[in-house]
């Protein structure tokens, strides 16, 4: 035997659904590469540790879940008897294994100040990338995540309303937050798995895990995701990102990693990262690629002692978790409060009311469960007929399709108003 045999199929032990094995090599091979490892360094749930301390699950972890239960999806598809090929399985495999690889750090909050471009083309155009380096073995995989195969299914496992990145992740962030009420019965949703006409379709005997899995998702967002605490912290820290980068357009020293600064220094557009433009010797996907939370933290610690009173004061506010008060209303955020709340800041805080307006967050936040405009979830009946979740529940399901919108405003504790 050559001193270079490597075995790839290695297992690894996840908290959350036991003993992982890997199947294919070319799984191995790709979590290996830097581009993956990266996503050690993201974590899952950007800064909602600052309000459920167990939450420091990374995206490594998510999509390696992710893959475990494409696996299981396979087989159980397999039993049923349709027909899967070793080369899709290893091709959907890895679509799912890579359908976060393109997530900036903290999640939307990159997108939101540093690029105009979404994760989601990222992801794409790493998995391309990826594909060179690869001599063209994830052909099958970007088009199964592109939906351009002609198994469609396929792609709907990777991305649907049921797919499996949905039923990892709210598994997952329930294990690490402590929110039970988001915990899903998985392993039954995925033996109620079939296809029928080529669509992904619930078994009828799978329909109550589907009931609880909608009313988990909808519960997780109100209670993790949107939970107005976690709300303040993003929102305070795209607001010192973009302080920082409005220092930087005006030539003042702000410390940052060399990542970090190129993105500090530039706006990238779509057209940038397609375009493949170069910034000192390296490209704009290359420079992303090395892009990471700790680059964020490491420089917002450091900017609680810039004399920029405006950075400083949010980054400390971040830092030592001294986050904005927070209200939830149910209708938009009036003018007049608004500038009364900037009178207030101009009083107490600074006497600028241009700088004044980043002490004070408004915005909406939106929960919609399940979005029959987009994708149903189709239950088989016994006799072959389709029914969508909602006309084949006993329960109405009609508060979870509906879009609840919410709006909220945050500004410095030391404000009162009462």
Not at 27 to 40: A, K, N, S, W
Not at 270 to 282: G, H, L, R, T
Request: charged content about 25%; glycine content about 4%; hydrophobic content about 40%.
């Amino acid at each position: 035997m050559s001193l270079l045999y490597l075995n790839k199929k290695k297992i690894i032990n996840d908290p959350v659904f036991g003993f992982i094995s890997l199947q294919f090599e070319l799984v191995f091979d790709l979590i290996e590469h830097p581009y993956f490892q990266r996503l050690r360094r993201i974590k899952q749930l950007g800064l909602s540790h600052l309000v459920f301390p167990g939450a420091n699950h990374s995206r490594f972890e998510h999509a390696i879940g992710a893959c475990q239960l494409m696996q299981q999806a396979i087989s159980v598809l397999r039993i049923k008897g349709h027909e899967i090929t070793e080369e899709e399985a290893e091709a959907v495999t890895v679509a799912i294994l890579l359908h976060d690889i393109g997530h900036a750090p903290f999640s939307h909050v990159l997108e939101n100040t540093m690029v105009e471009i979404s994760h989601e083309e990222i992801s794409l155009l790493l998995m391309n990338e990826l594909n060179q380096q690869f001599n063209g073995k994830l052909d099958l995989a970007i088009r199964i995540f592109t939906n351009n195969y002609k198994k469609q299914f396929l792609h709907q496992l990777v991305s649907s309303q049921l797919d499996m990145d949905r039923l990892d992740y709210l598994s997952r962030d329930s294990f690490f937050t402590g929110v039970v009420e988001g915990t899903v019965g998985i392993e039954r949703i995925i033996k109620m798995l079939n296809v029928w006409n080529d669509q992904l379709v619930v078994d009828v005997k799978g329909i109550y895990s589907i009931e609880k899995f909608l009313i988990s998702r909808r519960l997780m967002y109100w209670q993790v995701y949107l939970h107005k605490t976690v709300v303040s912290a993003e929102f305070l820290l795209i607001n010192v990102l973009k302080r920082a980068k409005e220092l930087t357009a005006n030539n003042n020293n702000v410390f940052a990693t060399p990542t970090l600064a190129v993105f500090l220094k530039n706006n990238f557009s779509s057209d940038d990262f397609n375009e493949n433009i170069i910034i000192d010797e390296k490209s704009v996907l290359e420079w992303y690629t090395l892009l990471d939370d700790n680059d964020i933290l490491i420089a917002v610690k450091e900017w609680q002692f810039h004399p920029d009173p405006v950075l400083s004061k949010l980054a400390k506010s971040l830092t030592n978790r001294k986050l904005f008060k927070t209200t939830l209303q149910t209708k938009p955020i009036t003018k007049a409060l608004e500038e009364r709340i900037i009178e207030r800041i101009m009083k107490d805080i600074t006497n600028d009311k241009t700088l004044a307006k980043y002490f004070l967050m408004t915005g909406e936040i939106t929960n919609n469960a399940y979005n029959q405009h987009n994708e149903t979830i189709l239950i088989l009946e016994k006799n072959g007929k389709l029914k969508d979740i909602r006309q084949a529940s006993d329960i109405n399901l009609s508060a979870l399709s509906k879009t609840v919108r919410k709006y909220f405003l945050c500004y410095p504790k030391e404000l009162d108003f009462n």
